[in-house]
Nanobody
Framework: QVQLAESGGGLVQAGGSLRLSCAAS??????????TGWFRQAPGKEREFVAA????????YFAGSVKGRFTISRDNARDTVYLQMDNLKPEDTAVYYC???????????????????WGPGTQVTVSS
């Protein structure tokens, strides 16, 4: 089994910053097969892609709505992926989830159904 645990959410004013963490663990976790994505879901809306990073950290991609404001990185010694969120806006308010994509051939997808393991999520609230 693979377990993911997000942390770092909270309440911040517009223009502020937060850094989310996603820690992976589990008997079957394989960091070399752990391309990782971040998604978010606001009340009444569908889950949407935010950003993703390869297991090596060598490639990333972002949703247009966060490009230039969010960065994604990872520390494989800690099996942790980070989402640095700067210049936050009220429309960034959502529950943020990390997820692992095992199928390397699907790299580049933004479809949440193609991701295999999910954390429980962390709430991010941006006040205006």
């Amino acid at each position: 089994q693979v377990q993911l645990a997000e942390s770092g959410g909270g309440l911040v004013q517009a223009g502020g910053s937060l850094r989310l963490s996603c820690a992976a663990s589990g008997r079957t976790f394989n960091r070399y097969n752990s391309n990782t994505g971040w998604f978010r879901q606001a009340p009444g809306k569908e889950r949407e892609f935010v950003a993703a990073i390869t297991w090596s950290g060598g490639a990333t991609y972002f949703a247009g709505s966060v490009k230039g404001r969010f960065t994604i990185s990872r520390d494989n010694a800690r099996d942790t992926v980070y989402l640095q969120m700067d210049n936050l806006k009220p429309e960034d308010t959502a529950v943020y989830y990390c997820a692992v994509l095992r199928d390397a051939a699907s790299w580049g997808t933004t479809n949440p159904t193609q991701f295999d393991y999910w954390g429980p999520g962390t709430q991010v609230t941006v006040s205006s």
